[in-house]
């Protein structure tokens, strides 16, 4: 039933092209590796180009998380202890980002894009701590482009099975992980470093 209504929500979105791209990655029901292979797919069927799939792709899910950092500075943790079910959000997830956020700071709104259950949550706290909304934008714009190019790539060259992107992405999403976490220890090295020498 759920595989039905994925089907039929992307071949209705896969009409609207690069709206529908950004669209479907705003209202995050479907999951974004899905949605960007199929945008992949699309890319490979010659509806739409690359470049322009990875920016509608950049703009739908900075939206997204820009809607979540928002219920956190405006709603706070009550709305979305409340709310956050109705957005597919559980409290164990806000209660782990918010965590991670307080123990790492600002910058882990970049590197958790990268970590399942924490990315799409890690939104909230930023919110609720009133991280500047300029940082919070560039941050996730930063992890957001990457994202969108692997799956829009997968999608593209795996065409008439771009339903297979998220095993096929396994290999790749390891060293993206990896590579997030080099960062993450250098960035607070660095930080801590500057705290100690002030």
Wanted: aromatic letters at 16%; charged letters at 10%; a positive charge.
């Amino acid at each position: 039933m759920m595989k039905d209504f994925i089907y039929s929500a992307l071949l209705f979105l896969s009409q609207l092209g690069y709206p529908g791209i950004a669209l479907a990655l705003m209202v995050e029901i479907i999951p974004s590796e899905i949605v960007l292979g199929y945008g992949g797919y699309m890319v490979s069927q010659g509806h739409v180009n690359f470049i322009g799939a990875v920016i509608a792709g950049t703009i739908g899910g900075t939206i997204a998380q820009l809607f979540l950092y928002w219920a956190g500075y405006y709603g706070g943790r009550p709305f979305l202890q409340k709310y956050g079910k109705y957005i597919l959000l559980k409290q164990s997830h806000i209660d782990l980002s918010e965590q991670w956020f307080i123990k790492y700071g600002a910058g882990v709104v970049f590197f958790a894009r990268f970590i399942p259950v924490v990315r799409q949550a890690i939104s909230i706290p930023a919110g609720i701590s009133k991280m500047p909304i300029g940082k919070f934008t560039l941050y996730t714009v930063a992890a957001t482009v990457p994202w969108c190019i692997l799956f829009l790539y997968l999608g593209q060259v795996l065409g008439k099975n771009w339903s297979h992107v998220k095993e096929y992405a396994q290999p790749y999403v390891l060293p993206l992980i990896i590579a997030a976490l080099v960062l993450a220890v250098i960035y607070f090295l660095i930080k801590k470093t500057k705290k100690t020498t002030d």
